[in-house]
T-cell receptor, first 112, second 111 residues
Framework: QKEVEQNSGPLSVPEGAIASLNCTYSDRGSQSFFWYRQYSGKSPELIMFIYSNGDKEDGRFTAQLNKASQYVSLLIRDSQPSDSATYLC????????????FGKGTKLSVKP | KAGVTQTPRYLIKTRGQQVTLSCSPISGHRSVSWYQQTPGQGLQFLFEYFSETQRNKGNFPGRFSGRQFSNSRSEMNVSTLELGDSALYLCASMNSYNEQFFGPGTRLTVL
């Protein structure tokens, strides 16, 4: 059973701090990794994806991937109250035509 | 570009009935995936359609089925509804970079 694990939280950080969200996956053959944000009552929206080991930056967001450790993370710099949401890690498993497997999400709360 | 649309947004059904949900993907996207989201289980993959063919299938009973039309629009059907089928059903269309974009979802309540 291919799995994606996330700490459910809630993770609470003060406004302006760095929020660090972590995810591990079981399928060593996974090639694509995605982070989604889901506000309460809304559908998930794609924040960013990463394919290669290392860091990928997009504005205040940085995704980090370590395939050897089967670990992917998302850093949010200068966290804002509007970043308060559930963050979902998704892993594309089964090759280029495989499906996305989602973690259950980490709830982030940014306190003013 | 218009996003993914889903209809209806809300549905109330009783046990034993069947339901059909509809999804229109982003223009040009040929892949449509369906997910069930519940508080306890999170987002669970139902199936994916690509060019009118089911390409992947999750671990759901045969009561859950789907199809895709030549214009890439997709429908999913749930027959003999059970209380446990109450959930948010999400459709996502995928581009050539494997990025999936979700629609607003259909909230199904089974009484």
């Amino acid at each position: 059973q291919k799995e994606v694990e996330q700490n459910s939280g809630p993770l609470s950080v003060p406004e302006g701090a760095i929020a660090s969200l972590n995810c591990t996956y079981s399928d060593r053959g996974s090639q694509s990794f995605f982070w989604y944000r889901q506000y309460s009552g809304k559908s998930p929206e794609l924040i960013m994806f990463i394919y290669s080991n290392g860091d990928k930056e997009d504005g205040r967001f940085t995704a980090q991937l370590n395939k050897a450790s089967q670990y992917v993370s998302l850093l949010i710099r200068d966290s804002q109250p509007s970043d308060s949401a559930t963050y979902l890690c998704a892993v594309k498993s089964g090759g280029s035509q495989g499906n996305l497997i989602f973690g259950k999400g980490t709830k982030l709360s940014v306190k003013p | 570009k218009a996003g993914v649309t889903q209809t209806p947004r809300y549905l109330i059904k009783t046990r034993g009935q069947q339901v059909t949900l509809s999804c229109s993907p982003i223009s040009g996207h040929r892949s449509v995936s369906w997910y069930q989201q519940t508080p306890g289980q999170g987002l669970q993959f139902l199936f994916e359609y690509f060019s009118e063919t089911q390409r992947n299938k999750g671990n759901f009973p045969g009561r859950f089925s789907g199809r895709q039309f030549s214009n890439s629009r997709s429908e999913m059907n749930v027959s003999t509804l059970e209380l446990g089928d109450s959930a948010l059903y999400l459709c996502a269309s995928m581009n050539s970079y494997n990025e999936q974009f979700f629609g607003p979802g259909t909230r199904l309540t089974v009484l």
